[in-house]
């Protein structure tokens, strides 16, 4: 391993700023320090355009890599400790990977909890995409329109 590629940190905060960017902590019960590994291997590319759910209204990026290659690519954007990442499998089939994210301590608690058990409680055989699982959680008006992050309880 290329020497530079460890770092001795003697301050916590500075070893869980590496972790958040991907790198390894080594702690050694007897040292006094701990060493900062770096051992990621990013995609190097952005978040890009979304090419199979075009919308005209809201975000135009999308994740088109896999679900790991993506959480890793948020992480390297919000290099933050509070950011949580909870992985989960939606579909009796296909078991689609998914992952709720979210900033712990930020977040309405009660509304990831929603979320969750929303899509633990998907009875369905697949998942394609994610306008298909955004369809599938939220609750919908009288106008048939619908909506997410709806704070009223469905159950």
């Known amino acids: 391993m290329p020497q530079n590629t460890v770092e001795e940190v003697t ?27 770096e051992v990621k291997g990013f995609k190097q590319r952005s978040v890009d355009t979304p090419e199979n759910e075009i919308v005209i209204k809201g975000p135009h990026e999308a994740f088109v890599e896999n679900i790991r290659t993506n959480t890793s690519l948020l992480r390297r954007i919000v290099n933050n400790e509070n950011l949580i990442i909870e992985n989960l499998e939606v ?56 909506r997410t992050a709806s704070y009223r309880k469905t159950r």
Do not use: H
């Not at 702690?27 to 060493?35: E, P, Q, S, W």
């Not at 078991?95 to 990831?112: E, G, Q």
């Open 11 to 37: 301050d916590f905060d500075e070893l869980a700023k590496g972790v958040n960017a991907g790198n390894c902590a080594l702690i050694i019960d007897t040292l006094n320090v701990a060493f900062d590994i």
């Open 91 to 146: 579909g009796k089939i296909t078991k689609t990977k998914c992952a709720v994210c979210y900033m712990k301590n930020i977040t309405n608690s009660d509304l990831v909890n929603e979320v969750k058990y929303r899509l633990n409680n998907l009875e369905i055989d697949s998942l394609l995409s994610a306008g298909e699982l955004e369809q599938l959680i939220s609750d919908t008006n009288s106008l048939g329109i619908p």
